[in-house]
């Protein structure tokens, strides 16, 4: 496993830099070259691409911490620091400027190898934080408009209203209202899922897994949808059958219900139709969602469950969407042990498949 780690050396002094290549080789890592300055290493980490650097804090042209920092603004790569004595201001402007570890040379075998794997699993949770942080700013700054959308069309019906509600029909008004509340409930939904992520990021949102009727939430969201569908003339039809169980979280599978559903409804052709099914297999079960409405793009079926990417579809009847559903639906079913995945042809439809843990057995 090791031979597989690719090390730099950056050393000046020849001696000690064959000292730590013959450490290096007897705990098996593999020595891609070395480097005897600071300009050097940069332009070495480019072209070479090590899984980690053994950096001299004190070399000829600039320290082993300028070094650093300028191999992290090309190319972050895990950094151990090495130095002939402790220091701890060193230590801790080593730090800051990217390293993740700190040997005192000579270093012993067992202290590389500790530091080497310390370092480069530091590094690894380091980067997959800072891609999570800056997904989340990314998600955020496409969604805050989403956000404000519906409200400004709300506040809008109702300025239109107020002031010439006198001069309007009943059918004027109804219409209008009609509008109005389905801005509401789209508002809504898209309130309740942005506060379920954000509960889910921090942590205060757990998985409960108990034996669930897959039928039973399958009716319930049915209902909820139910006057949507009317108003596009969608026939909804449920054939999960009403002993099939799951064994996951109620109101984690009840939100990907709710969330899949109204994705059908809102994609789908007025007279169309959506199926609701489940097939029990011996360890888990597949739910399929399906609907024969406008399908997605092959650009979109890419980002559609990507939290850095906006999945822009307008649906049949103008309905506007976020894509947050989908990736809390995402989110959820992997917190139950599962996967979701789609299949979709432009113009004849969609579904989407996520399977659970049987609770049958």
């Given amino acids: 496993m090791k031979k597989d780690i ?40 480019q072209k070479l691409n090590p899984d980690v650097i053994l950096m001299d804090i004190k070399l000829p042209d600039i320290s082993g911490i300028d070094a ?17 004595y402790y220091n701890q201001e060193l230590l801790e402007s080593a730090s800051e400027s990217g390293a993740g570890g700190y040997l005192i040379k000579p270093a012993s075998h067992s ?33 805050s408009h989403d956000i404000k959308n519906p409200l400004f069309s709300m506040n809008g019906y109702l300025g239109i209203m107020t002031e010439y509600i006198d001069k309007f029909s009943k059918e004027k008004i109804k219409d209008m209202t009609l509008n109005l509340k389905k801005t509401y409930e789209s508002f809504e939904r898209l309130i309740d899922n942005l506060l379920s992520w954000s509960r889910m990021q921090t942590g205060m949102l757990k998985s409960i ?43 984690m599978v009840d939100t990907i219900f709710r969330n899949l559903i109204s994705n059908s409804i809102k994609f789908t052709n007025k007279g169309g139709t959506v199926k609701i099914s489940a097939l029990l297999n011996k360890n888990d079960i597949i739910i399929s969602i399906y609907d024969n409405g406008i399908g997605i793009s092959e650009k979109n079926l890419k980002i559609l469950f990507k939290i850095d990417s906006k999945c822009t579809q307008t649906g049949t009847s103008g309905e506007k969407g ?36 049987s609770g049958n057995n």
């Fill in 68 to 84: 650093t920092k300028m191999i992290y603004e090309k190319r972050p790569t895990p950094i151990v620091m090495l130095s002939a």
């Fill in 322 to 357: 976020t894509g947050l559903g989908l990736i809390l639906c995402k989110e959820f079913v992997e917190r139950n042990g599962g996967r979701i995945w789609c299949e979709t042809e432009l113009g004849k439809g969609t579904t989407f498949y996520f399977n659970l843990k």
């Fill in 209 to 251: 897994p108990k034996t669930i009727n897959l039928y039973d939430i399958a009716i319930k969201n049915i209902k909820l949808f139910q006057q949507n569908a009317e108003q596009k003339e969608i026939l909804i039809q449920n054939e999960i059958e009403n002993k099939i169980e799951a064994y996951a979280d109620y109101n």
């Fill in 6 to 45: 690719n090390v730099l050396i950056v050393e000046d002094e020849t001696l000690v830099s064959d000292m730590i290549r013959g450490t290096l080789k007897e705990i098996n890592y593999n020595v891609v070259g070395r480097a005897v300055n600071g300009y050097q290493a940069v332009e070495m980490t």
């Fill in 111 to 143: 202290e590389m190898e500790r530091t080497i794997t310390i370092t480069i699993d530091r590094f690894q949770e380091t980067m997959k934080l800072k891609k999570l942080n800056e997904d989340k700013d990314k998600f955020f700054s496409i969604i």
